[in-house]
């Protein structure tokens, strides 16, 4: 990475698993490395992933919203202590965004252009759950890519 541009912020994709915690501690690694602001932690409430379930058989609807908001302040709250854990001086920034995650996170990062890097926990994802879900992500790491540095935690 380099290190003469200034670190005005570090951008976190929030996920809750455990992967999400490694990807958090790689955050804070990075944010006191090169000196950063600010750690954004972008949640993505998207309503379609949450709603449908594996079965299909459910439709977004005013329920899944409720449920999702009270996600996010589980997963903010759980990443944030764990960030003050490690360093208590940390800048933190919740960031919300709603829509489909992928088009939302790249949006995002296409209009802020104080990003030193975003991380990205990602969990393995198996035949069934591509099907599922939709096909490859890395097209989507790509245009990332072009407008910022992209760390992928596995």
Avoid: W
């Amino acid at each position: 990475m380099d290190t003469k541009k200034e670190c005005k912020s570090l951008v976190l994709v929030a996920k809750g698993s455990e992967i999400g915690g490694i990807a958090l501690e790689k955050a804070v690694d990075l944010f006191e490395k090169f000196r950063c602001k600010t750690l954004k932690i972008v949640l993505v409430l998207d309503a379609d992933f949450f709603s449908t379930g594996l079965s299909g058989y459910t439709k977004p609807n005013a329920d899944a919203k409720i449920g999702l908001e009270h996600i996010d302040n589980v997963i903010f709250e759980k990443l944030e202590n764990r960030a003050k854990q490690i360093n208590k001086n940390i800048n933190i920034e919740r960031v919300v965004l709603e829509g489909k995650t992928a088009e939302q996170i790249l949006k995002y990062v296409k209009q802020h252009n104080d990003i030193y890097a975003i991380i990205i926990p990602q969990d393995e994802r198996g035949p069934i759950e591509k099907s599922l879900l939709g096909g490859e992500i890395e097209p989507f790491f790509e245009e990332i890519k072009k407008s910022t540095k992209l760390i992928v935690v596995k």
